[in-house]
């Protein structure tokens, strides 16, 4: 990763895949900002306004296309990058990802040691 400290917000409610996820960023350089709720997601992205958002898309109470629309029309998260992270297969998550232009997934049944690897992808 270069010099500067990139962002990551984490919007999942499994509280364990949220402290795996970021403890394995912190350490690799990332700052990480973690939400296990939907609720205030979108006020919560325009304070922190981080480079990435890991969204687990099959969040209870989350609406995954109100929030990604919302998110993807707002000018002010153009460069925001969105990855899914979810337990839903790859290929449901690979059509959600080119419907909704989001810029990649991650799903939970990968090598969670990758994930930082993975977001370092994008930049």
């Known amino acids: 990763m270069s010099g500067e400290k990139r962002k990551v917000m984490i919007l999942d409610d499994n509280i364990i895949s949220l402290m795996i996820a970021e403890e394995l960023l912190v350490a690799h350089g990332y700052e990480v900002v973690k939400m ?6 979108v006020a919560k992205l325009d304070y922190e306004m981080p480079d ?3 969204v687990d898309i099959a969040m209870p109470r989350l609406a995954a296309d109100d929030l990604l629309d919302t998110i993807r029309t707002a000018p002010e998260h153009e460069d925001l990058i969105i990855v899914l992270y979810s337990d839903m297969e790859a290929e449901r998550l690979e059509k959600i990802c080119h419907a909704k232009d989001i810029n990649g997934y991650f799903c939970k049944s990968m090598d969670i040691t990758k994930l930082p690897e993975f977001v370092d992808r994008f930049f």
């Open 36 to 41: 296990s709720a939907p609720h205030g997601c």
């Open 52 to 54: 990435v958002l890991l």
